[in-house]
């Protein structure tokens, strides 16, 4: 009985304490955690990324952001083949293979600015967060939600976009004893879209604590897509 009263109270105080954070509040701690000298607006580093993926070779990226500078450079080998793609304040060059990309393997390849700007988003949204959180567009929503998931008990961000920013809604979940972030998962408009990914282990790049592997799933079965491995050398 005495086990069952403990339960319950650290149950309800639990609870307490999530209701009692806000969202933005949830948010603070967060990035207090993850970049608590606020590196992260003057960011200049490089990442190196190693893409594994069922059935396909091993995809290695060199990535370099220097956002003071507005310049995004990635550098992808898998197989025999190699792309390169830089972004400097918004203009996009393309090599393959060590030399400035065709027009005949752009299109073979499916090499195109398009895909570069992609590419510069998608790695510093992923590992800048949960700082990229503070970008205008963002809407953070003031309710933290208590949730358990795949065994564990945490503190729940929800955020989507305006309109011009995108349409996905996000969910990011919580340590609710460090405030780390050990999850995110995303929710496209239909039902039963939308991935999410397990975070494990960490690595401290210029001051930074980033999630070292990224697990992604789908939501609807659970199916295994691949792990991102970040490594600082």
């Given at each position: 009985m005495k086990k069952l009263t403990a339960l319950l109270v650290l149950l309800f105080a639990f609870q307490g304490?999530?209701?009692?954070?806000?969202?933005e509040?949830?948010?603070?701690?967060?990035?207090?955690?993850?970049?608590?000298n606020g590196n992260w607006?003057?960011?200049n580093g490089t990442l190196k990324v190693t893409m594994e993926t069922p059935k396909n070779?091993?995809?290695?990226?060199e990535i370099k952001i220097n956002l003071p500078e507005e310049y995004f450079y990635v550098k992808a080998s898998r197989g025999e083949n190699t792309t390169e793609y830089t972004v400097d304040k918004g203009n996009c060059t393309i090599s393959f293979n060590g030399k400035t990309a065709t027009e005949a393997e752009?299109?073979?390849?499916?090499?195109?600015?398009?895909?570069?700007?992609?590419?510069?988003?998608y790695y510093t949204y992923l590992y800048g967060l949960p700082m990229k959180l503070k970008d205008n567009g963002t809407i953070i929503y003031s309710k933290v939600e208590r949730k358990r998931f795949k065994g564990k008990d945490y503190l729940v961000l929800k955020a989507t976009y305006k309109k011009e920013v995108g349409k996905d809604t996000w969910y990011f979940y919580f340590n609710p004893k460090t405030y780390a972030m050990e999850v995110y998962q995303f929710f496209k408009d239909k039902p039963n879209s939308g991935e999410y990914i397990l975070l494990s282990d960490e690595e401290t790049i210029n001051g930074i604590k980033m999630p070292k592997n990224r697990a992604w799933y789908y939501n609807k079965n659970d199916g295994y897509l691949g792990t991102d491995i970040l490594s600082s050398k």
């Open positions: 304490f999530s209701q009692e954070l806000t969202g509040q949830l948010l603070e701690k967060a990035i207090q955690y993850h970049d608590p607006e003057t960011f070779p091993n995809r290695d990226s752009k299109k073979e390849h499916k090499l195109n600015c398009e895909r570069a700007n992609l590419y510069k988003n």
